[in-house]
Nanobody, 124 residues
Framework: QLQLVESGGGLVQPGGSLRLSCSAS????????VGWFRQAPGKEREGVSS????????NYIDSVKGRFTISRNHGEGTVSLQMNNLQPEDTAVYYC?????????????????WGQGTQVTVSS
């Protein structure tokens, strides 16, 4: 079982940027589908972005298209989520998940490893 660790969360003003990183302690994320999910208080968890094992295919929910970019660092075996033009509605705990890449990768099915999450707060 992989132990996933997210990093890079924090407090940022609207319009600001953050870069989240997902790593697997002692392992690489190469060869695994990876998804980023978020859960805001009182809301259900939603898939935000995903990448297939090769990094060739990526997906995003409509609300973050053009602002978020998921990418693989093949040398480090990590996956990042660059988040630009952050808005208050992006405030949530962000989780990364790794496992089988099913469909567009934005659903939880197939992911059998999850991180503990990192808080992202967008506020002035």
């Amino acid at each position: 079982q992989l132990q996933l660790v997210e990093s890079g969360g924090g407090l940022v003003q609207p319009g600001g940027s953050l870069r989240l990183s997902c790593s697997a302690s002692g392992y690489t994320l190469a060869g695994r589908g990876v998804g980023w999910f978020r859960q805001a208080p009182g809301k259900e968890r939603e898939g935000v972005s995903s990448t297939d094992p090769s990094g060739q295919y990526t997906n995003y929910i409509d609300s973050v298209k053009g602002r978020f970019t998921i990418s693989r660092n093949h040398g480090e075996g990590t996956v990042s989520l660059q988040m630009n033009n952050l808005q208050p509605e992006d405030t949530a705990v962000y989780y990364c998940a790794a496992g089988a890449y099913l469909g567009n990768g934005l659903g939880p099915r197939g992911y059998d490893n999850w991180g503990q999450g990192t808080q992202v707060t967008v506020s002035s």
